[in-house]
Structure formats: C-alpha cells, structure tokens
C-alpha cells in the first residue's frame, strides 16, 4: 500500500484498524485531545491554544507536530505566526476509514489456534 496520504495511509485502497495508528497517535495524550477539541471551534495561533491548554509553547507546538502528522490538522503561516486548524475533510475521511475498517473486520473470520480444535469465532 502506498503510504503518499499523510498520517501513512492510502485513501483509496482498503486500511486495517492498525494502519490507522497515527490517527489514534493524535488522540492518545489529555493535551492533544484538548488541542484537537480547541481546534474544533475554529482556527487558533499557538499563542492563543498555549494559555486555554497549560504548559510551554515548545511543549505545545510539540504536540500541533504531531497532531500535523496525522494529516487531519493544517498549519497556515502568516508573517512570524503560524495558525493551526482542523482539516475537516481529512478528519472525515479518516473517521470514515475508520469506521469502514471497523465493518470490514466484524465480517472476517478469523480461524482460532492453539485452545483446542480449530474453530472459526
């Protein structure tokens, strides 16, 4: 599978649920789930997220990288300040990605091995 897309995954080939290992990347610190749910009400310059979410601008413009990795959070700058928001196309077809997986993996039988007689669960 090519890995182009950013946050390494295609977005037209079918994914599994661990291909999708940088989107849960993002949701996997309180601190970039505050600054994902910030992001949801619009765009913000790190001067304005680092006061709402605690801590230093390092710390926090650490955090926006790798919420930028993941693909579903742009960064635009303007003179000496960078503003980040949520690429609200990207963050639904990686919800939807997710959600196709999931289906997708509730349909295949997997053969259990190794308690007793092979079975199919």
């Known amino acids: 599978m090519s890995e182009s897309q950013q946050g390494g995954m295609p977005s ?3 994914v599994s649920i661990p291909e999708l290992v940088p989107f849960f990347k993002a949701f996997c610190s309180g601190t970039r789930a505050r600054i994902v749910d910030l992001l949801l009400s619009g765009e913000r310059c790190v001067c304005e997220i680092t006061p709402v979410i605690g801590g230093s601008q390092p710390l ?14 742009q960064m635009r700058e303007e003179g000496a300040r960078a503003y980040y928001s949520i ?3 990207r963050l639904d077809e990686l919800m939807s990605v997710f959600s196709s997986a999931v289906q997708r993996a509730r349909e295949v039988k997997i053969p259990v091995v ?3 007689p092979s079975e199919e669960r």
């Open 87 to 89: 690429d609200d196309a």
């Open 60 to 73: 926090i413009s650490h955090h926006l990288a790798i919420l930028r990795d993941t693909g579903f959070v």
């Open 114 to 116: 190794g308690c007793g």
């Open 12 to 14: 037209s080939a079918p």
